[in-house]
């Protein structure tokens, strides 16, 4: 299940960047499940990790190799995290990055690994190294729908999103793909996440973007409360198209930066919507609040609440539901009595209780949506922020008992 449009769109190739999908089988016989981005010299290449202390091997390596030197090659394999597999998971990235590099002529530390699947089960490793030499034949630039679809594990569609724009009569073009629908609370950025750029933009300024853009898309996101040992997110920067952002100061880095936050903003709503078993794509806007940590508290304890997650689900206007977890959210004091509760600009909390002039009736009516807004009206401050979110149906849990079966 899911919300949305169900349509994937068109997906804008980016002069620098060819890919490869080829499968493997890595848990399922014929499916294309490894990926492999080829990036032009000259590209730089930022990323953003889990804070998971179980982060799986691939991103522990992929973070030592980021450190070390440029990447030329990110390679991604699906059906197996390759995460809690100790020493034995490391000797498996470590091989993995060597054959590409053998495979392509470049040194292993020009390689990235990401790894995406079930936890704690070792990689089949003859089966992902036989295959990689594949991808050399397959590199394409128009690869990206292919590669949408290779980095899924339990999503029901591919997620991506371009954004093209013109600066002093130059064009600048940003292309990304996601995966994600289960194990989703990112602690920076999300479960997998790639996205590339033809301007170009040196190593330190593009870190600086990504992790900015990814705070306020990726770390915005939540289906069910769970950060996930291999989250990743990389954003790479060719500068084929001749434009180059040298500084922060540059008038061109604040309107590149909104391009890019647009695109990564539609790449973690795409999760959501996707989220596992989710019927609802739920935002939670939290106003006026002393803090953006408060904002936030108040805003994930909602969105991490089951109960209301499960109304949302049966399109109850359990109004109780939320005011309860607004009362529970780890925060200083604030005045019931200003508080305002918002489905839509249906006004469900006032004074300290149901608004006077609430009705069942104009409650259901929103809860009916398969877009819900909720919004919490701290009135104790300036601050806000918004957090997406989904509902908790039977099919999320369907999903995650048999997960291994």
Same mark, same amino acid.
């Given at each position: *299940? ?6 994937? +769109? ?81 000797? $498996? ?31 089949? *490793? ?32 591919? !997620? ?5 724009? $013109? ?15 289960? *194990?989703? !609370? ?130 109850? +206007? ?48 929103? *809860? ?38």
């Amino acid at each position: *299940m899911a919300t949305g449009n169900p349509n994937l +769109p068109t997906l804008t190739p980016i002069n620098g960047v060819k890919i490869a999908t080829v499968s493997a089988g890595i848990k399922t016989p014929g499916r294309r499940d490894i990926v492999v981005f080829e990036l032009s010299e000259n590209s730089t290449v930022a990323g953003v990790f889990t804070k998971n202390r179980f982060c799986a091997a691939p991103v522990t390596l992929s973070k030592k190799h980021l450190s070390e030197t440029t990447a030329k090659y990110l390679v991604v394999n699906t059906g197996n995290a390759n995460a809690g597999t100790g020493e034995q998971g490391m000797s $498996d990235a470590v091989a993995t990055c060597e054959t590409v590099a053998n495979t392509f002529g470049v040194e292993a530390n020009q390689v990235l690994p990401f790894s995406t699947g079930v936890i704690g089960e070792h990689l089949p *490793m003859e089966r992902l190294l036989s295959a990689i030499p594949q991808t050399k034949d397959a590199l394409i630039e128009d690869g990206w729908v292919d590669a949408a679809s290779g980095i899924m594990t339990t999503d029901s569609r591919p !997620k991506g999103a371009s954004v093209s724009f $013109d600066f002093n009569g130059q064009t600048i073009t940003l292309t990304g793909i996601s995966k994600g629908a289960g *194990m989703i !609370k990112p602690n920076m950025a999300t479960m997998l996440g790639y996205v590339a750029t033809d301007a170009a933009i040196e190593q330190n300024l593009l870190q600086a973007l990504l992790t900015e853009t990814a705070t306020n898309s990726f770390n915005r996101i939540t289906v069910d409360s769970d950060t996930s040992t291999n989250d990743s997110c990389i954003l790479i920067a060719t500068g084929k198209s001749g434009v180059v952002i040298r500084s922060a100061q540059d008038e061109l880095y604040s309107v590149f930066k909104q391009k890019l936050q647009e695109l990564m903003i539609l790449l973690a709503q795409a999760i959501i919507r996707d989220g596992e078993g989710a019927t609802k794509f739920v935002t939670i806007q939290v106003e006026n609040a002393v803090s953006q940590q408060e904002a936030l508290e108040v805003a994930f304890t909602v969105a991490h609440s089951p109960l209301v997650k499960t109304a949302l689900f049966a399109s109850d +206007p359990n109004w109780g539901r939320i005011l309860a977890a607004v009362g529970r959210a780890d925060i200083a004091e604030f005045d019931l009595n200003k508080l305002e509760i918002y489905l839509d600009d249906v006004c469900i909390v006032r004074d300290g209780g149901r608004a006077s002039d609430y009705t069942e009736e104009a409650g259901q009516a929103v *809860m009916n949506q398969e877009d819900i807004l909720i919004r919490i009206n701290m009135a104790s401050g300036s601050a806000s922020e918004t957090v997406w979110t989904s509902d908790l149906s039977h099919d999320y849990v369907t999903i995650n008992a048999e997960y291994r079966t």
